[in-house]
């Protein structure tokens, strides 16, 4: 939507280049998590997900990595392109609850 | 095409004015959930819907109602609009709310209420 990217950090890059955006997650009774994409004026998508059982999950052009030592997760998109400029936002769950929670996001802006 | 429609995609109102925003879905989806967004906050939940007849609070419901009485419509109800809920809305949906059934979102509801 037209207001999600005030007060988001920002990661500014050169079309090509590799990304990474960074999450830290809460709760440590969280066993998945999800990263979305959300483009100027639409709804989140999908990107790509991970169970606590693993630590790296690669998707087409997107990889997942996650620390749950420091309750870290990431996600790096290779050679970024324009299309690629959004609010990525990831998200947490404890599939015991079944409860989504939400972070803030980083809003992605690539260069030509 | 398989999507999740909500309507209006933007609405200006004035406080009081009682507003509902439909959310509609062709899945056969199970689960259906509303969502307000505002800066600086992210995503936050207001009430689910785990099924038909079914629906609970999330996190912040209070100044909102919902109802489930079709499996693939889950309208947003506002009594007694206030500004404090200007905000973009969200509304979404999955198979079934277990752990990894991926969510689909509604392209969201801009609402203003002054």
């Known amino acids: 939507g037209e207001s999600v990217g005030l007060h988001l950090p920002t990661l500014s890059v050169q079309e090509g280049d590799n990304s990474i955006i960074n999450c830290a997650y809460s709760?440590?009774?969280?066993?998945?998590f999800i990263w979305y994409k959300q483009e100027s004026g639409k709804g989140p998508q999908f990107i790509i997900d991970i169970r606590s059982n693993m630590d790296k999950r690669q998707g087409q052009r997107v990889t997942v990595l996650l620390n749950k030592t420091v309750k870290h997760l990431s996600l790096q998109i290779a050679a970024t392109q324009p299309g690629d400029s959004a609010v990525y936002f990831c998200?947490?769950?404890?599939?015991?609850?079944?409860?989504?929670?939400f972070g803030k996001g980083t809003m992605l802006l690539v260069s030509p | 095409e398989a999507q999740v429609t909500q309507n209006p995609r933007y609405l200006i109102t004035v406080t009081g004015k009682k507003l509902t925003v439909t959310c509609s879905q062709n899945?056969?989806?199970?689960?259906m959930s509303w969502y307000r967004q505002d800066p600086g906050l992210g995503l936050r939940q207001i009430y689910y819907?785990?099924?038909?007849?079914?629906?609970d609070k999330g996190d912040v419901p209070e100044g909102y109602k919902v109802s489930r009485k079709e499996k693939r419509n889950f309208p947003l109800i506002l009594e007694s609009p206030s500004p404090n809920q200007t905000s973009l809305y969200f509304c979404a949906s999955s198979l079934s709310r277990q752990s990894n059934e991926k969510l689909f979102f509604g392209s969201g509801t801009q609402l203003s209420v002054l």
């Open positions: 899945m056969n989806h199970e689960y």
């Open positions: 709760n440590s009774a969280s066993d998945y």
């Open positions: 819907s785990m099924n038909v007849e079914v629906t």
């Open positions: 998200a947490e769950e404890n599939s015991g609850y079944s409860t989504l929670t």
